[in-house]
């Protein structure tokens, strides 16, 4: 199975921690062979420096954003430029498994073919859209202790959303997604606040036609994909946070409430996707 990550980025200046994360990312795509589609929205001497550095070398592809808005446009431009080959750049099919992942997460380029190996062997026929899991060790070692607790918090909410609404629906096409591991008490199937996700090319329209301009661009086409009857699968990585972001973000406020903020806006928008008409992907 191919694969080709993608993923936005936007910094105001190049001393930016986030910044230098991202460069470590494209470190890590040159150590790994894998191709890497970026969609930059920076100022101009920012993006100038990415893509006289990076564009084109060892298998990145850097382009300036052109659709308007925030995130969430950023990330169906870069998805569409990953579907159409990174323009030009290498070769892209229906099958093509299309990864999103913020591009300061460097540690998540080391996993991706693990999770290509795991997800053939969690499926016999195959899955439409996979959702990495992070372990629990590596995820409450790593992580700001607040954060670990408000996702953690908001995973659990959320799969209980997504099990009320298969249950008491009559649509015989929407199945739980499946796990590659177990899933004890206190573990949720889906890491829905983790971030990175892939679903395979022929289903982009899920993901470009939908209009949500922040987090929920990521998440509320997984919903949809599963009222539609695609197959969702749950996959476990060892994922390990960088960490000067958590020493820059544990015990500070504006993250508490960041964290706090995303719950209040991202998962009502999330649990509402389920009985919201379906939109259109023509």
């Known amino acids: 199975m191919n694969f080709v990550v993608f993923t936005c980025t936007y910094y105001p200046s190049t001393s930016d921690l986030r910044y230098v994360q991202f460069l470590e990312t494209l470190q890590a795509a040159k150590k790994y062979a894998v191709r890497i589609v970026v969609v930059d929205g920076s100022p101009d001497g920012v993006h100038k420096a ?21 995130k969430g446009a950023a990330l169906r431009e870069a998805a569409d ?18 990864c999103w992942q913020e591009a300061e997460k460097t540690n998540q380029l080391s996993h991706w073919r693990k999770v290509m190996v795991a997800l053939a062997a969690a499926t016999d026929d195959g899955a439409d859209v996979v959702v990495p899991r992070r372990t629990q060790q590596c995820f409450m070692d790593s992580y700001p202790i607040e954060q670990y607790h408000s996702e ?19 649509n015989d096409d929407m199945q739980l997604p499946i796990a590659n591991t177990s899933t004890p008490r206190g573990i949720s199937l889906i890491d829905w606040h983790f971030g990175p996700f892939a679903f395979r090319a022929k289903h982009i ?3 470009s036609t939908y209009k949500g301009n922040s987090y929920d661009a990521q998440l509320v086409p997984i919903v949809h ?13 060892d994922f390990v946070l960088d960490g000067r ?3 820059q973000e544990e015990n500070n ?4 409430e960041k964290r706090l903020n995303q719950l209040n806006d991202l998962d009502p ?4 996707s389920w009985t919201d008409d379906l939109y259109s992907i023509e």
């Open 50 to 70: 990415l893509k006289e550095g990076y564009d084109g070398r060892n298998g990145a592809v850097i382009v300036r954003q052109t659709y308007q808005g925030g």
């Open 81 to 98: 430029v990953a579907a159409a080959g990174g323009r030009g750049a290498f070769e892209a099919g229906a099958e093509t498994l299309l």
């Open 152 to 170: 953690t918090y908001g995973n659990l909410y959320l799969d209980t959303v997504m099990k009320d609404a298969i249950r008491g629906s009559d």
């Open 205 to 207: 329209k899920l993901w």
């Open 225 to 237: 994909a599963i009222r539609r009857g695609l197959r969702v699968v749950s996959v476990d990585v």
């Open 245 to 247: 972001m958590r020493e």
């Open 253 to 256: 406020v504006d993250f508490i």
């Open 269 to 272: 928008k999330v649990k509402a």
